[in-house]
T-cell receptor
């Protein structure tokens, strides 16, 4: 079963912040975040393992709430280059391997 | 350079014909995946393989078949039983430890 992402689309002006959420009905081992530009391959952003850690680099960070099986991606002071479709991927269960299932994506558009 | 290669980039086939999409990786990854991407539906898992000579069905395996005879290769056959095969197909690979997945550039299949 695919994780559920919200919102489906976000429109921002440069410098604004955004939050993208990902939730699953299954107990998760890890959450992966990717960004895809139109017609290109998804590009890895970060991975979060169960344990509730928060990760980030530059102005993009993410958190993982293991109890709620939810993850959030935080984009601060957005830039034009942030535009694209963001996907969360999840691995369920207690192991690090197994099926990697993605959500339906969140389309982020940043305007000047 | 290490990476994952899908070929061809564009593929056209007549309805009723089987077609095989190629996916090769030289990252020494054990796990490989096939996803289908349709507008608004995100990345849906077709098949995945954790090790040579073994593979499992994903969420939408009907009408597709795969093989994993070599670690580097994971070809996907779209059979005539697939009712709506026109889509963008993405192949990915990762280590057994469940780290980030690397994606190929995708194959856009059009069936007429």
């Amino acid at each position: 079963q695919q994780p559920v992402q919200s919102p489906q689309a976000v429109i921002l002006r440069e410098g604004e912040d955004a939050v993208i959420n990902c939730s699953s009905s299954k107990a998760l081992y890890s959450v992966h975040w990717y960004r895809q530009k139109h017609g290109e391959a998804p590009v890895f952003l970060m991975i979060l393992l169960k344990g509730g850690e928060q990760k980030g680099h530059d102005k993009i960070s993410a958190s993982f709430n293991e109890k709620k099986q939810q993850s959030s991606l935080y984009l601060t002071a957005s830039q034009l280059s942030y535009s694209g479709t963001y996907f969360c991927g999840t691995r369920a269960g207690g192991t690090s391997y197994g099926k990697l299932t993605f959500g339906q994506g969140t389309i982020l558009t940043v305007h000047p | 350079d290490g990476g994952i290669t899908q070929s061809p980039k564009y593929l056209f086939r007549k309805e009723g014909q089987n077609v095989t999409l190629s996916c090769e990786q030289n990252l020494n990854h054990d796990a490989m995946y096939w996803y289908r991407q349709d507008p608004g539906q995100g990345l849906r898992l077709i098949y995945y393989s954790q090790i040579v000579n073994d593979f499992q069905k994903g969420d939408i395996a009907e009408g597709y078949s795969v093989s994993r005879e070599k670690k580097e290769s994971f070809p996907l056959t779209v059979t005539s039983a697939q009712k709506n095969p026109t889509a963008f197909y993405l192949c990915a690979s990762s280590t057994q430890q469940g780290t980030e997945a690397f994606f190929g550039q995708g194959t856009r299949l059009t069936v007429v």
